[in-house]
């Protein structure tokens, strides 16, 4: 039960242990074509670009900044935690020249104050977590989409810790790259890093004037292999991960059997039952306000005189793994509970009932 990685489909993990194919083998072709064919349903994005890599979620995070960043753009990022400053700090190695924009601890930038940002600035992009996986707050992606179209600004939605967990309709809502990993919602071990890009991204992309900065994520070396596979083409540029495509291509067959509404409706659902449990007990959360409260992990402050290592050990005593605090400012002051993916009922019963028995103890 951390935010990450998460609690894998049996269906998954069965897909990870097969003899691994040839990146070539029409078998593997169809799994990646499909894969990428279904990424589009899953974050919603008919027209979008799917591209899937090696790799984690930073490496999702720098492939959309190298490729849309060029020296000297200006770059707004909307922090609400400890991924915001990383995504600062990754897009001043392209040369840009970024403004942060951040929450207090437990709060949101609101859409008032990214517009009051926008209206002073020539941004080309403007980045944002939409669930900060140090603090559990959510922040408003649909409107952050809608600030994007109405300003003519790249918007760059860190979904690493929401997609296929939370609501997110990237074309509807506007968002022009969204971005995630594997071993979260997504629903796969750790190894890929994944995204959609808008039309919009990649005629930003095609227009460049220098080259991108980085060899291994250039859209250039990457896009006619995506589009080679889903043609049902071999192609080459870097050995794909065979094995986690295949997995992947089997978490998102599940979760297109569920349907995203259903998918995303499950996780509200859950992870209300979760934080009302949290209250009954006594226990604060970290975001101030429900409605910013993510539906992927819920973060509740210790209670006082508690020691944060002894009760996470005392709950995994009862089988339960949960994670300590990130942020750093408040990190031995509270703990993490990741409920995404899979998650079921049972899943949020057991983990409830291990958190009652620590803390009596
Ligand atoms: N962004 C968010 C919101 C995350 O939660 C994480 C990982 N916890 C990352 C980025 C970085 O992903 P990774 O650890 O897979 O590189």
Redo the contacts with the bound molecule.
């Keep these: 039960m951390i935010?990450?990685p998460i609690e894998f489909h049996p269906k998954v993990i069965e897909a990870l242990g097969q003899p691994t194919l040839s990146h070539t083998d029409p078998a593997f072709i169809n799994s990646f074509g499909n894969a990428l064919y279904m990424m589009r349903k899953v974050w919603l994005a008919p027209t979008g670009q799917p591209f899937v890599i090696a790799g984690?979620?930073?490496?999702a995070?720098d492939m959309a900044a190298c490729n849309l960043i060029e020296s000297g753009d200006r770059a707004l990022v909307v922090s609400t935690g400890y991924?915001g400053q990383?995504y600062a700090d990754l897009l001043k190695r392209y040369g840009a020249d970024v403004t942060i924009l951040e929450a207090a601890v437990g709060e949101v930038v609101t859409p008032q104050q990214v517009e009051a940002v926008l209206d002073k600035g020539n941004f080309k992009l403007m980045t944002f977590?939409h669930?900060?996986?140090s603090t559990a707050v959510l922040m408003d992606a649909k409107a952050m989409g809608e600030l994007g179209q109405k300003h003519d600004v790249l918007t760059v939605l860190?979904g690493?810790?929401s997609v296929a967990g939370e609501e997110i309709r990237q074309q509807e809502w506007g968002l022009d790259v969204v971005i995630t990993?594997s071993?979260?919602a997504i629903g796969v071990p750790?190894g890929l890093a994944l995204m959609v890009a808008s039309q919009k991204a990649i005629k930003t992309w095609n227009n460049r004037k220098t080259p991108v900065g980085n060899y291994y994520c250039d859209w250039a070396n990457w896009f006619p292999i995506m589009q080679a596979y889903e043609n049902g083409n071999p192609s080459y540029f870097a050995t794909p991960a065979v094995n986690l495509i295949q997995a992947l291509e089997v978490s998102l067959a599940l979760m297109l059997e569920e349907g995203m509404d259903a998918r995303f409706e499950r996780h509200k659902k859950l992870a209300a039952e979760f934080r009302k449990a949290m209250a009954d007990m006594g226990l604060e959360i970290i975001p101030k306000k429900e409605e910013i409260a993510a539906n992927t992990l819920t973060a509740p402050y210790y209670p006082e005189g508690v020691n944060g290592g002894e009760f996470i050990g005392k709950v995994n005593q009862e089988g339960v793994v949960i994670a300590g605090g990130l942020l750093g400012s408040i990190k031995s002051q509270y703990f993490r509970v990741g409920h995404m993916g899979i998650v079921s009922q049972e899943h949020i019963d057991t983990t409830v009932k291990a958190i009652q028995v620590a803390l009596g103890k």
């Design positions: 935010p990450g984690s979620g930073t490496l995070m991924f990383r977590t669930v900060d996986t860190d690493v810790c990993a071993q979260k750790p």
